[in-house]
């Protein structure tokens, strides 16, 4: 049975999971394979800390040179993380003729062009199922079952932390710090969680996900991206009154012309595909005239998922070299050349349906004056849910649903609404998706 | 541009869309394919009736050969359906060394061993993603993104008919009959619905995508199969009173020595992954302790979905031989030598909980009686759920939820209970998976 070389750079979490299959899966992956996958080094600073997991002293090496200079391994993979010196270690390996695989989703989505255009130009493969959605194929899906499917939407929950907290608030105990605080004790989110609640990790993931289905390439850092820490309490459970349920929801759209790119919370009416996507699952929702819809839905962290989503991986690589195949699909679905520079759609120019929650005084007239600046700028009123007084008398909840309106209405709306005597904090916004 | 020929068997409904899709989608086939798909030849034996897509007399023939003898036809999609000729056909598209995509289930749960083993002989490619659940990528996703799961489970609604029956039946209005009826008024089920509501169709697709999972051969003939024809709106009222909904279910389940695989209707609790796919959509969840699970839901049915997955797996096989890599992947994503016979469990040695309807006298004692010969066979009683009489005075229904049981031991059973003389009518059995 023929051999086929793995090299491993970042032995954290992730790949303590790769490690684990890829020697609990061995005779299953030998079985589909008919070759033997064989992890020969693995590089980490750390290579003392004991991960419970079955490796041998001679695999470990501090130097990841060990592994990217090596003419045996034919396959390396990538799981540290971050930007630098994640980009040198790859393209280092590609430039030596080693096929990659990754889960850093930052590093695809900021220098994934870099790094496809060489695997093109050299007839490598990489694989990054990994990278969004965990153990779900969505990349898988988007390169290759869905090839034939002129996207018009894809919508994604694809951050688990972000997730698990807005469905313990909704749950209806927590509020959003002791939603976050209990994710942190379960290991669901990291000490500095700026990444997944305000939304970042999403965008590298929907811009990804973007690039494959349109063929365009989409710059996570333009993007309008807005996170989970303003939703209260409140506006979980005057959602729930309306019928819907708020995710942090990744969107991206194509209209023929540009594409609407997207992360913030949403508002989903309860019987929506992703509106039961709770806890720390994640799940993709894929569009089109062909297909209509496919929604694709697992685990989107973890250890283990994520790792057999990178061992998945390996064997497809595996399966080309074997086969003599690698270059048969290009990186982003689309040869480099056959790709094309789409317009991201202008911010002022996104069209949605919006919930406004205003804290007002309570004095006669307010909402007459709040409707009469929102029907000024075009924005029809859907319903209105006024609170009963605080006890304390404050500023009582005033909220409002929208039928579709333009982004740019909203705003100056908004702005001029908040310049109001009556207005005490500053208004919230989430937009409907329906 | 380079460009690669395709030959079409069969012009029906799935046809038709193939061909409208392949058209409509042209360009962004080219975009991502780097090369043009030409369909060269329609094969039906109808080439008058109009299909409203776009086709030219010189691309009609009646004669099959025109297809499979012409060496400029790289791949052959056979959309005939049925075993013979269809098997014939495939056989010599592969002997004259054309690659194969095929919607075929029934064709491929009887005959695939006998197809596949010359695929993998003269290293050729074969598609059969839309065999199995239409737009859902499955097939895909068994073959290659869970390739390192040892997976343990495949629970899959993958018969649009019967889930729509279903579904209608649970809205509150239909019994079974009606919505039959009205089934076939909408065009989702056929003049012969007997494959579609007795579980055959479900079979055959639970078949396939049980030998992609675990490498061994399932015969569709030899497993338990029973359709939903016997459920009546009583069994989907008192399932909804108890929390459940009640599915058309293929199982298939693997305990490190032998296959469980089987359809029948199933009672899912409410909040299961599977209770909330209704109508015509499709579902298949797949487990093992890797990814935990993922679910896969989209249009299982109709000429779009199902053909974009056809011309999905057209695309990948184009891309093969574009790089020159035909072959590989096993078509069963195992290579033949390494697929083993794993044994079907037998039908006594399933263990499953169960809900038992009976129609009994009204009388005293009788639930004693039924629930003493219950415990003699080893089962245990959950639940019971007994209604109020019925106006006429004939027998009362009297429902009952055990624990997790032998088959053998409720079969035994239930015969005991069939010859009292307080028993109505012939006891209804639906197991529930939890």
Not at 129 to 136: D, K, L, M, Q
Not at 165 to 187: H, P, Y
Not at 325 to 350: T, V, Y
Request: charged share 25%.
């Amino acid at each position: 049975m023929k051999t086929i070389q793995v090299g491993l750079i970042g032995f954290g979490v992730i790949g303590s999971g790769v490690v684990r299959i890829l020697e609990e899966s061995r005779e299953l992956i030998s079985r589909r394979l008919g070759a033997e996958l064989r992890l020969k080094k693995i590089a980490d600073l750390d290579i003392d800390t004991d991960r419970g997991v079955p490796v041998s002293r001679e695999q470990l090496t501090t130097d990841v040179n060990d592994i990217l200079e090596d003419p045996e391994i034919d396959i390396v993979i990538e799981l540290m993380g971050g930007y630098e010196p994640a980009r040198t270690f790859v393209l280092k390996a590609l430039e030596n003729g080693k096929h990659v695989v990754s889960a850093n989703k930052a590093l695809l989505s900021k220098h994934g062009d870099e790094i496809f255009t060489v695997v093109e130009e050299k007839n490598l493969a990489v694989g990054y199922e990994a990278s969004v959605g965990g153990a779900i194929p969505i990349i898988r899906s988007l390169r290759e079952a869905f090839a034939a499917n002129p996207i018009t939407l894809i919508e994604g929950i694809v951050n688990g932390t972000a997730n698990y907290i807005l469905s313990r608030m909704s749950d209806g105990s927590c509020d959003f710090d002791s939603a976050l605080r209990e994710a942190q004790e379960k290991g669901f989110a990291e000490a500095d969680p700026t990444f997944d609640i305000e939304g970042i990790d999403s965008a590298h993931k929907i811009a990804i996900l973007s690039s494959l289905a349109f063929g365009t390439r989409v710059d996570a850092d333009k993007i309008l991206v807005e996170g989970i820490s303003t939703i209260g309490r409140e506006d979980i459970q005057s959602a729930a009154e309306l019928g819907f349920r708020i995710k942090l929801l990744a969107v991206s759209k194509f209209n023929g012309e540009s594409v609407d790119v997207r992360v913030h919370p949403a508002m989903l009416p309860k019987d929506h595909p992703m509106a039961s996507i709770n806890g720390v699952l994640n799940a993709v929702r894929v569009c089109d005239q062909w297909m209509e819809e496919n929604v694709l839905v697992g685990h989107g962290a973890g250890s283990l998922p994520t790792g057999s989503a990178v061992v998945g991986d390996v064997i497809e690589i595996a399966r080309g070299i074997l086969s003599g195949s690698s270059g048969r699909i290009p990186p982003q679905s689309f040869p480099k050349a056959l790709r094309r520079d789409l317009p991201l759609l202008d911010r002022d120019d996104i069209r949605s349906a919006y919930f406004l929650r205003f804290k007002v005084k309570d004095q006669p007239g307010v909402l007459s004056t709040l409707s009469g600046i929102l029907g000024s700028h075009a924005i029809s009123i859907e319903s209105v849910l006024q609170k009963e007084r605080s006890a304390q008398g404050q500023g009582v909840p005033l909220m409002i649903m929208t039928h579709t309106a333009k982004e740019k209405d909203i705003r100056q709306a908004l702005s001029k609404i908040s310049e109001l005597e009556c207005i005490d904090e500053k208004p919230v916004l989430i937009r409907v998706e329906k």
